[in-house]
């Protein structure tokens, strides 16, 4: 399998190389010799992430348009799944989200059928373990196994949360850099925000979102609408509750100028039960 993933990459790079008239030498601006390009293109070794990222930026590919081309001008099964339920989610199609969850079921494929059934109802203690084991014992992220943890985040213990998240910034930053891994873990870090606010731990959960607001570029308008709306959360349920409503509501406005309705009522639903959880909140205490 590995010759094989090696191979198509490799000869994906050379005939794409070849198209934009790069020669070999021309990849030591980005810190790869002749001989190292050349191996990968034979199919005789894998280029590190963080390498074959600066390479595809030095003839200004996507990643993603590279995966594309490598797969035969076919998304990855995996990423398409993952593209299905994210879409179920945000349009909450609850039977769709079952169909793929039966399905994953019966074919074993149990990272799928996990995160899920996750979004569905809550997972058991075991369940939540295993994925856990899951979690911890990647060591190359692929855009699959963001998904999942996007799927999942809010739903995890607040020390699971904080490990995972700290361990992937620290040795990850090269991700930040290909715009479709940059939304998804913008997507991760405020889900986890959520979590840590329903939670009531105030301090971690604006360590959070300062994370993503000091990482934030002029081109981040999804992820920027995504930050202000659960700022709005976090202002609503903290002290600056007219503040909170607004941002929330501001960014369900710029989802809606967009024209993206579906983002727009899927933030409206959210709103709508954040401000009754907090009013119902208010009531116990009083």
Request: glycine share 4%; aromatic share 12%.
């Amino acid at each position: 399998m590995k010759e094989k993933f090696s191979k198509e990459y490799g000869e994906t790079f050379a005939r794409l190389r070849e198209q934009r008239h790069f020669l070999l030498t021309d990849f030591k601006a980005v810190g790869l010799s002749v001989s190292t390009l050349s191996r990968f293109e034979n199919g005789e070794q894998i280029l590190r992430y963080h390498q074959l990222d600066a390479s595809l930026e030095l003839m200004k590919i996507e990643v993603g348009e590279f995966e594309y081309f490598t797969n035969g001008f076919e998304s990855d099964y995996f990423i398409e799944i993952c593209n299905q339920i994210e879409e179920a989610n945000y349009q909450k199609n609850h039977e769709k989200l079952r169909e793929i969850y039966e399905e994953s079921t019966k074919y074993n494929q149990r990272l799928i059928s996990l995160a899920t059934k996750n979004l569905l109802k809550e997972l058991t203690p075991l369940e939540k373990a295993e994925i856990r084991d899951h979690l911890f014992a990647i060591t190359e992220w692929s855009f699959f196994e963001l998904s999942i943890l996007s799927f999942v985040i809010e739903q995890l213990s607040s020390v699971m949360r904080a490990s995972i998240l700290k361990d992937f910034l620290k040795n990850n930053v090269h991700y930040m850099s290909v715009s479709k891994y940059r939304e998804k873990i913008f997507q991760i870090i405020c889900r986890a925000a959520v979590g840590e606010i329903h939670h009531g731990n105030r301090e971690i959960s604006q360590e959070l979102l300062e994370n993503v607001n000091m990482r934030l570029n002029i081109k981040d308008v999804f992820p920027r609408c995504m930050y202000l709306f659960v700022k709005g959360i976090w202002d609503y349920n903290y002290g600056e509750q007219a503040s909170g409503k607004q941002e929330m509501e501001d960014a369900i406005a710029v989802y809606t100028t967009l024209g993206n309705g579906v983002l727009a009522s899927y933030y409206q639903g959210i709103y709508r039960q954040e401000t009754k959880v907090f009013k119902k909140k208010n009531k116990k205490i009083k």
